[in-house]
């Protein structure tokens, strides 16, 4: 009964995304035309308008990009005469998901190791080491790290490739330079988490059981204490995986990313809100697998929708 | 004959922003083989530091002095190591808050079997076997099923059941109870009690009993330590604290418990005034602020512990002979 009214909501919630999207989009000054006014004669614009249904009244081309949007069709790219939105995500969403998992799993592992590390090192030496890692890993952006990890690990020791995509080899820089900043940030999330669950009752208990510290960490700290990361998995999940436009311009990865910033630029009408419809969609089904995933974290959360 | 537990000047600080807390002040008493010993005082008085350095769960850095003989062996300058074998096998502890004492994501079956896994080779069956043992030995009906829920799904009472069998998983000789029924319902904590003197015979433990509650101790121990300020005022029979007691703390206590069968409807009696400084305790009496019969000397020399009879001491000036005589009872406190 819960998953039937969460699908339920979800598919709403896109619907208005969707349909958000569409106002604002076609709100903003310009159309993808602009730049061939000056040179092509006037019947010309009116025809190619026509071909992509813009000479149509705005509720008229509203509605025609619903039907599509029901049968999974994202429209044709105004700017690309050959592929269409569907291929555009078809090609470049793996390429974008291999990185983003590669980073989400690098981000996680290290993330909350160094913040498991930092809490129970409190205010000594490697807590403040932790942090002070944590904090250049929040301010440094990525397009400084990027081009720093090209130079050393590309350039000077030649043990990467500097760019593009191909191999596994090559997914490598740009993996870090997208995990740095989640990582830190899940790290500070996991020390705060991790203190606050090592000063309650049960830790004590468990103590007064004789257990070792390891295994008092492991058993009964980071389970506990992994739920305010879990809840930030999410929404980082779907940012990664939907590629990201600059570590994939720095590394000319021809990943997903691009189309999101390009199509605004360009007044793709399409692919903006195809790109759009993508990403909430996958934010929509992550946030509810984060929702799942609690409640086998947490016994205590039930699943259930109000007034159930 | 030696003592089962053996706690000699024990002195337990903690460093602070605002300065050294010296939590416990030269804190000496004994517990025998079978035998419930209540520890009484406000907050602030040192009884949980006191008992939660004998469990090891201070750490070693803030243990200034004193040693910690248990079955004989010194136990306070054990490695952490030998310690934990020590931990919940020889030594049990029921913590305050049952609410907040188990870990919310694991089952409580597993909570129980974890510390025999630990201390005694059984395998997992075999371990599941004996907590549900445990389960059914502190009361929980249903254990088969019990054991496989969690915390949440358990009501407080239950949960200090639950809690309760962790630390009798292994057989204990001693058995640390802080405030074991002050987070429970009335109702409950009677329970609770019965529960504990009902194990404590049968499995023929020591119990440390910490309560604010004079009517548990009465009912629950045999000896009774009064801590004030971090240090040890008075200790002695049941008999002796109630019948015949010879601190004026002591007094203020008795004479706070209100009483049903008063006939005319009287004001409860407080102890004036708030616990000493542990930043810079007195160098004095701790309670002589307090205390309405405070005398020079008080203020300027800690007492002596008097030897008033056999077990039973107090550290009041009041004992010495040369001080004036007092009527415990009435005086004690203000009216």
């Not at chain 1, 759009?276 to 016994?299: A, E, K, N």
């Not at chain 2, 200790?235 to 008795?254: A, M, Q, R, S």
Request: aromatic letters at 8%.
């Amino acid at each position: 009964m819960y998953i039937v009214k969460r699908l339920l909501t979800m598919i709403v919630t896109i619907w208005l995304i969707a349909t958000l999207t569409f106002i604002i989009m076609k709100s903003i000054p310009g159309d993808p035309f602009a730049s061939d006014a000056n040179v092509l004669p006037e019947e010309v614009l009116q025809n190619i308008r026509a071909k992509y249904n813009l000479d149509k009244p705005l509720p008229v081309q509203y509605a025609l990009y619903m039907k599509n949007l029901l049968t999974f069709d994202l429209g044709p790219s105004i700017q690309s005469e050959t592929r269409d939105v569907n291929t555009l995500i078809a090609d470049g969403f793996p390429v974008s998901a291999v990185l983003g998992l590669q980073s989400l799993v690098i981000a996680l592992l290290f993330g909350i190791l160094l913040g498991i590390i930092a809490a129970l090192n409190h205010n000594r030496l490697l807590d403040h080491v932790a942090m002070f890692l944590a904090i250049i890993g929040i301010s440094v952006p990525s397009f400084i790290l990027a081009p720093l990890l090209i130079k050393y690990f590309a350039v000077e020791w030649k043990l990467l490739p500097v760019a593009s995509w191909g191999t596994w080899a090559h997914s490598i820089l740009p993996s870090i330079a997208l995990a740095t900043t989640p990582m830190a940030v899940i790290a500070r999330f996991m020390r705060s988490s991790m203190l606050e669950v090592m000063r309650q009752n049960y830790i004590k208990t468990a103590e007064a059981k004789g257990l070792s510290p390891a295994a008092i960490v492991i058993k009964h700290g980071i389970r506990n204490a992994i739920l305010p990361v879990i809840t930030f998995i999410g929404p980082l999940f779907a940012v990664l995986i939907t590629g990201t436009f600059v570590i994939e311009k720095i590394f000319a990865i021809p990943g997903l990313g691009k189309y999101f910033v390009d199509s605004i630029f360009n007044r793709d009408y399409p692919v903006i809100l195809g790109t759009t419809v993508f990403f909430s969609t996958i934010l929509v089904i992550t946030l509810f697998l984060v929702d799942i995933s609690y409640r086998l974290i947490d016994p205590r959360i039930k699943l259930t929708s109000r007034g159930d | 004959m030696s003592h089962l537990l053996e706690v000699e000047h024990l002195k337990v600080t903690f460093p602070t922003y605002g300065g050294e807390v010296q939590a416990v002040r030269d804190v000496s008493f004994y517990v025998d083989q079978g035998e419930v010993v209540a520890i009484v005082g406000e907050s602030g008085s040192g009884k949980t530091v006191t008992v939660q350095t004998i469990m090891g769960l201070i750490p070693t850095k803030n243990i200034k002095d004193g040693n910690i003989r248990f079955n004989g062996k010194e136990i306070l300058h054990l490695s952490k190591k030998e310690m934990r074998k020590l931990k919940g096998s020889e030594i049990g502890m029921v913590f305050q808050d049952p609410m907040t004492s188990l870990n919310p994501t694991m089952k409580i079956g597993k909570q129980i079997a974890e510390g025999i896994r630990k201390h005694q080779k059984l395998s997992k069956a075999e371990a599941k076997q004996k907590a549900i043992e445990l389960l059914r030995l502190v009361g929980i009906p249903n254990a088969e099923e019990r054991y496989h829920q969690y915390p949440h799904e358990f009501s407080g009472g239950m949960r200090q059941r639950v809690v309760i069998a962790i630390a009798l998983a292994c057989n204990p000789k001693l058995l640390i109870a802080d405030e074991p029924t002050t987070a429970l319902d009335v109702t409950i904590q009677a329970q609770i009690l019965d529960l504990m003197k009902d194990l404590q015979k049968k499995m023929e433990m020591s119990i440390i009993l910490i309560t604010h509650d004079l009517g548990v101790v009465a009912e629950m121990a045999q000896r009774v330590i009064v801590m004030y300020g971090g240090t040890v005022v008075e200790t002695g029979t049941v008999f002796d604290i109630f019948e015949n007691p010879k601190h004026p703390y002591t007094w203020g206590l008795l004479r706070s418990i209100p009483n049903l069968h008063d006939k005319e409807k009287k004001r409860l009696i407080p102890i004036e005034g708030s616990p000493p400084d542990l930043f810079s305790p007195p160098k004095g009496c701790p309670f002589a602020p307090r205390c309405p019969y405070a005398m020079e000397i008080c203020v300027e020399k800690s007492p002596a512990e008097f030897h008033i009879s056999n077990g039973h001491t107090a550290r009041c000036w009041l004992n010495d002979p040369r001080a004036p005589k007092v009527e415990a009872f009435i005086a004690a406190g203000r009216e």
